[in-house]
């Protein structure tokens, strides 16, 4: 069975990426087609603001492109030695909040400890960090334009200080339209799709709908959390599966359960 995830590809260590391999221990034949694309805002802003851990009592993490941000900062600004000699140590003595486990992983490339990654999305990070934060100090946040209120509001209601900064903006990939068209014209239409984000099924939906035809209620559309399951609703598509998780794991085992005669997930 094909299924197609409307992602980009991200290699592990084994040299492919984990979602195509899990599922296909399933025998699904997984396809990625990237959707989005970033543009990195305010770099000079962030990285003046990286160098003051003195500052804040702690960072969050959310997306693996705002840990990206970091990075570029570091290497724009000749900052990578001054950050191992000092600065990686002095925020390390603080918490560094993250949503996942791919962002933890990027995070911990730079060197930081990471808590609150098992949380898995922001609703339940905020419900972390309220019961952990302490410090008078605002917690740095770098987001992206397209970020959801929930965290922000959140840790207000609960009197912990946040500083947001928008480091990254969303856009449609320029080559999302092409790759669908191929797809669909080679391999016909999917038994599953599945999308990674509320902006990904805003930028894709309608050309997904006029690829599919009236062949599109034959689909099992999967989200890989509980936000993009609510985006999918809100279009008024039935959502076949939510991810447990947002892991590769997580998915494949809701996508076969799916995919299964009279399955939900």
């Not at 040299?15 to 399933?26: K, N, T």
């Not at 492109?65 to 191992?84: F, G, H, I, P």
């Not at 560094?96 to 098992?118: F, P, R």
């Not at 339940?124 to 008078?136: D, H, W």
Request: aromatic share 8%; proline share 6%.
């Amino acid at each position: 069975m094909k299924v197609l995830l409307l992602k980009d590809a991200k290699e592990d260590d084994c040299g492919q990426d984990p979602y195509i391999r899990e599922l296909g221990l399933y025998g699904l034949e997984a396809t990625l087609i990237p959707v989005l694309s970033f543009e990195f805002l305010s770099l000079p802003s962030f990285s003046e603001k990286l160098s003051h851990p003195e500052d804040y009592g702690g960072l969050i993490f959310t997306s693996p492109r705002a840990v990206e941000a970091a990075e570029l900062c570091l290497e724009q600004n000749n900052k990578t030695e001054v950050w191992e000699r000092s600065l990686k140590e002095k925020w390390n003595a603080k918490s560094v909040y993250v949503v996942g486990n791919a962002t933890a992983s990027l995070v911990s490339k730079i060197g930081l400890d990471t808590e609150g990654e098992t949380c898995g999305n922001a609703e339940k990070l905020a419900e972390y960090i309220c019961s952990r934060e302490s410090s008078a100090l605002p917690l740095l946040f770098p987001c992206g334009n397209l970020k959801r209120e929930i965290l922000p509001k959140a840790l207000k209601d609960k009197g912990i200080a946040m500083e947001s900064i928008t480091v990254y903006q969303t856009i449609a990939h320029p080559g999302m339209q092409g790759n669908l068209n191929s797809y669909y014209s080679q391999q016909g239409v999917p038994a599953s799709i599945t999308f990674f984000s509320p902006s990904g099924l805003t930028y894709s939906l309608k050309h997904i709908q006029e690829l599919s035809g009236d062949n599109i209620d034959q689909i099992k559309f999967a989200a890989i959390g509980p936000t993009t399951a609510r985006a999918l609703a809100a279009q008024g598509l039935p959502v076949s599966c939510t991810a447990e998780s947002p892991t590769p794991q997580a998915l494949a085992t809701g996508i076969r359960k799916a995919l299964q005669p009279h399955g939900c997930c």
